[in-house]
């Protein structure tokens, strides 16, 4: 099909919950795609931030296809070794004890927020279910975690939301210790809030958090769903920080492209959630854990460094660009604030002139590829600033 085909059949057929580029994707390599009428496109998007080696990489594809050849899924009523493998990975990579395999950033949200509120049923009761957002924040587009999110566009239409929610500016230290009373069992929070327009939660309020919910045994959520996969240029984005919370939810880049989220926690909690209080058809898909095994295998210390490596070179480029007023992020997650002109209509243009590239809120945004070249950057930052100097 050529575009104008696609784009009317897609239009027609489709809720139209998103705004498309106007382009259809075709194939790819690493960070380069061709499109439906062959034109070429720079990637700085990953699918947002999920295709971690960017379109076919042949070693994930391998993995993948190999466990195609055997079963593709056979429901969480039997074991499959790529699903005890990626479990074991992942939770000896990461740090953790236990994990949750779902289908995607809002699902493990949502598991974390139900381990939360049961390990503080079994505890203490009734009464204990409050779970503490953070201003800005993103957490998934499901009652619940539309409910955790904290910007208010978000809160209209679907009344009535969940109850037990409450919102603590980031930064406020002082707030947060008077919020943490004995109705809250979890706080759940970004370490770079992505949608929120790539912001880092600060340190010395991360760690104020920790300290709150040990006095007090509430839960702490870090929401890694896009800092998560060595995203930020550590496998997790809480070691940049040297806090490590309860519960840790990923998805997005940990399956390469396949739709897979997962919800980590510590020892603590690791049994709360007992036979039938929790599971999924489709969560812990073998093909997908193939896939994760494969990734998480090569995401180690030399490629982690070559992530930052790639992520400072960036920034430095960037901020000499024409109308740029800041560079923000950490790894290959960056976020741009421009001086006059609008992040989506610069998206539009670089996309047009052969650049993807995302936005958040009124930031330029860019989640790159971690497998990027460097002529690759080259050949995307050129595109870039060109369209900063129109
Ligand atoms: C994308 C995202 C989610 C939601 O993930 P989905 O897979 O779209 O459900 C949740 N939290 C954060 C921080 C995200 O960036």
Redesign the pocket.
């Known amino acids: 099909m050529h575009f104008e085909e696609i784009k009317q059949t897609a239009d027609r057929y489709l809720m139209p919950t998103y705004a498309h580029f106007p382009v259809a994707l075709a194939e790819g390599h690493n960070a380069t795609y061709l499109d439906s009428e062959g034109k070429e496109y720079i990637d700085f998007t990953a699918g ?2 999920v295709n971690v080696f960017g379109v076919n990489d042949e070693g994930w594809k391998n993995a993948v296809k190999a466990q195609l050849d055997k079963v593709q899924h056979t429901s969480n009523l039997y074991y499959t070794e790529p699903v005890a493998k990626a479990a074991k990975l992942l939770c000896e990579k990461s740090g953790f004890d236990r994990v949750l395999f779902c289908n ?4 493990a ?1 949502e598991c974390a927020i139900k381990l939360a509120r049961k390990y503080s049923f079994d505890r203490y009761g009734e009464g204990r279910y409050k779970i503490v957002s953070l201003v800005n924040s ?4 499901t009652i619940a ?1 539309i409910t955790a999110t904290g910007q208010e566009h978000y809160h209209e239409f679907f009344t009535p939301f969940l109850e037990g929610f409450a919102y603590a500016d980031a930064g406020d230290t002082q707030e947060l210790d008077k919020m943490l009373d004995k109705s809250v069992c979890a706080v759940i929070m ?1 370490i770079i809030q ?2 929120g327009g790539v912001l880092e939660t600060s340190k010395a309020y991360i760690e104020a958090a920790r300290k709150f919910c040990d006095e007090r045994d509430i839960l702490l959520i870090f ?1 890694e ?2 800092t998560g996969v060595g995203r930020t240029g550590k496998l997790f984005a809480w070691e940049t920080v040297g806090v490590k919370p309860d519960i840790l939810t990923t ?2 880049g940990i399956g390469g492209g396949l739709p897979m ?1 997962a919800c980590l926690c510590t020892e603590k909690c690791g049994e709360t959630l007992t036979p039938g209080t929790h599971g999924t058809t489709f969560g812990g898909n073998p093909v997908a854990c193939a896939g994760a095994v494969e990734i998480l295998n090569r995401i180690d210390d030399a490629f982690l460094q070559s992530v930052r490596e790639k992520g400072d070179y960036i920034r430095e480029k960037v901020a000499q660009f024409p109308g740029v007023k800041a560079v923000r992020g950490k790894g290959l997650m960056i976020g741009i604030d421009l001086t006059d002109k609008k992040a989506g209509a610069v998206a539009t243009r670089c996309c047009e002139a052969g650049l993807l590239i995302l936005t958040a809120k009124e930031a330029l945004r860019m989640l790159p590829p971690l497998t990027i070249t460097y002529p690759e950057i080259d050949q995307g930052l050129s595109v870039l600033e060109k369209v900063l100097a129109e």
Do not use: C, M
């Not at 993103?138 to 587009?141: A, K, P, V, Y």
């Open positions: 947002i931030g995607s950033g809002a699902e949200n993103f957490h998934g587009r975690t970004e992505g949608e929401d769903v896009q998805a997005k989220g």
